[in-house]
């Protein structure tokens, strides 16, 4: 048995006693089933008083990993970028405000279309991500 079933039950069950239509009831399930299969996110937060840059970063970064973007709003934080190469790996990647000076990235991939719930794509981008954000200084000699 799944571990999300009975609360997927108790989610149709509180609908049903609250007295919500049955049409909505198979809307929550389904979406309820949704929810399951998408990927784990894997997410981190940074120091970083401005999101604008925080956003340029990570698509730097992003290109830096051999990654072309395929979409991203600014407003909402979201870019989706895909491997150039042979390989149909896709992140999508958050980066909001948490408040003043701290960002949140967060990530999901998938490969081919299916959810994966290997962290390395998501690890190796944070790791660099925060890199970049936060290069060492620079040594004269």
Same mark, same amino acid.
């Given at each position: ?45 940074? %120091?970083?008083? =401005?999101?604008?840059? +925080?956003?340029?970063?990570?698509? *730097?970064?992003?290109?830096? !990993?051999?990654?072309?973007? $395929? ?43 299916? %959810?994966?719930? =290997?962290?390395?794509? +998501?690890?190796?981008?944070?790791? *660099?991500?925060?890199?970049? !954000?936060?290069?060492?200084? $620079?040594?004269?000699?």
């Amino acid at each position: 048995m799944n571990a999300r079933s009975p609360l997927r039950a108790l989610c149709v069950l509180a609908l049903f006693a609250g007295g919500a239509r049955a049409d909505s009831t198979a809307s929550a399930v389904a979406s309820a089933a949704a929810t399951e299969t998408a990927p784990p996110a894997h997410s981190r937060d940074f %120091p970083a008083p =401005d999101l604008a840059h +925080a956003q340029r970063v990570a698509i *730097a970064t992003l290109q830096d !990993l051999g990654f072309a973007l $395929e979409s991203a709003d600014a407003e909402r934080g979201l870019l989706i970028a895909s491997l150039l190469d042979t390989h149909p790996l896709r992140l999508a990647v958050s980066i909001t405000a948490k408040d003043e000076s701290t960002i949140n990235a967060t990530i999901t991939a998938d490969y081919a279309g299916s %959810p994966i719930a =290997d962290p390395n794509p +998501a690890t190796t981008f944070l790791d *660099a991500y925060a890199a970049a !954000l936060n290069p060492l200084p $620079e040594i004269d000699f």
